[in-house]
RNA sequence: GGUCCCAUCGUCUAGUGGCCUAGGACGUCGGCCUCUCACGCCGAAAACACGGGUUCGAGUCCCGUUGGGACCA
């Protein structure tokens, strides 16, 4: 029988929330690189569970592989987590300055008897082992150090004494009961012979001594955990709650690297994802309320729990990551988008503060983009001093067949009071009766005239935020560019 | 190779034995709206991997097969 514990029974029974146990949550990445979408999955997890429970969140940093740690990947995790508005209630805390907590721990089991040095060099291990497979044994360790009561020595590492016969039992909240033989695990390493822990037990230390007590994370972890169960046993402890989730894939249904395009979350800001947005696809890849796709963080907050999350590997897609952006960028008001937008203006190259007001430009654009560097480059046409012309549009549309209504259109428009879209269009409507065209045969030339291009915001909208002073001399210019070309067809 | 996990439309998912003629979302296709492009609206195609059980009844439970994945090597 599956038994799934989650918050759903904390909820139940104690909707006040006074709950005896404070939930204690971690993210523990490795400095190897950039936070990737997987792991922020994983971190978003584990904080939106801590803020649901009002719980604790903890940072700590693996970095005990020095080869392959870096400051520069430190940094760029806590720069992504702040992005991602992911703080955390302690920490961060790096486990290359616990190594005295871990040597403390390893002696305690020494002297339990519950783990002995072992002196076995790489090369009988690995003959060992070849033999066992050929006999179809478990590939473990086979105890030739186990009984020998070896003194510490500089070559010598540390085996956790492992019961040879019985099994050890995962409860995982989202997979049920997981049994795991005892045999299979053999005498893992805990310390190796130049002094640092292997990942397995400085895990448990970090989780045990930090309280951490709801453990989620990828279920590449999974078989570990029987290896972590056994420490706590030894050392006593009680375990904690575990939920392992599924991975992330890639497009082809393999685990998640750098070919499978964009991966890191800094990535995705800069090309103007919403954090918000990226935290709402990242959470339902995986986890589920009902039907329900849009969730504000405030909603996650309030609605996420260990009992919907899913259990098979889920393919990130960003197809949908960008209509959830969309959907997050309508969602915003026009004054917050406009403080978002602005540094995405002032990469394209824009003098915003010289330009029409942002929010008036962020209300013809917000409709229409995707996402915030969208937004940027369809607002080019705000800022530009002289338009340049697609060679294309301006042929279709840049005619002389227009050239009247335009004359007149601008007369219309120099001597227009109000130069609103209600006034904008009784000018339109002006020229319309007159020359008896239609609003797109006079719209037309006149977007290539503002913007160059046959695609843009509302015609009215755009020139209300444009104003008089930018629109009326890129009118004159399109009616002389008109000229000119009648004038050169003429003396062919 | 050993151990473990997973399996509903192309993708994310709803579904916890009868409410399923399998629902929603993204994407795709068609239409409407329209000053362009979008938005929006309407509609369509599209899935329970396979085979056995259990049961009055199975997408839902059990076993096997197949396929995928993880870890250890």
Known sequence: MIEKKSCCFVCFFMPERKIMSTVITRFPPSPTGYLHVGGARTALFNWLYARHTQGRFILRIEDTDAARSSQASIDAIFEAL????????????????????????????LEAGQAYYCTCTPETLAEKRKQALAAGRPVGYDGTCRERCLPPSSDAVVRFKTPAAGTTALMDVVRGRIVFDNAEIGDFVIQRSDGIPTYNFAVVIDDLTMGVNTIIRGDDHVSNTPKQILIYQA?????????????????????????????????????GYLPEALINYLVRLGWSHGDQEFFSVAELIEKFDLENLGKSAGVFDPEK?????????????????????RPFMVKEGYDVDAGPDLQKIVATLNRRSKTLADMARDAYFYFQETIAYDPAAAKKFLRPVVLDALRMLLGELQQLADFSEPGLEAAFKTVMDATGFKLGKIAQPVRVALTGKTASPGIFEIMDVLGPGRVLPRLARAIAFIENRAAAAGQK
Not at 86 to 106: H, K, N
Not at 239 to 267: I, N
Request: glycine content about 8%; some cysteine.
């Open 321 to 341: 990551l960008l209509a959830l952006n969309f959907e997050h960028i309508q969602a915003c008001d026009v004054a917050d988008l406009a403080q978002r937008v």
């Open 82 to 109: 702040e992005w991602l508005g992911i703080d955390w209630d302690e920490g961060p805390y790096f486990q290359t300055q616990r190594l005295e907590i871990y040597r403390e721990y390893i002696g305690r089991l």
């Open 235 to 271: 050392l006593g402890a009680s375990l904690p709650t575990y939920g392992h989730v599924p991975m992330v894939l890639g497009q082809d249904r393999t685990r998640l690297s750098k070919r499978h395009g964009a991966m890191s979350v800094t990535a995705y800001r800069d090309m």
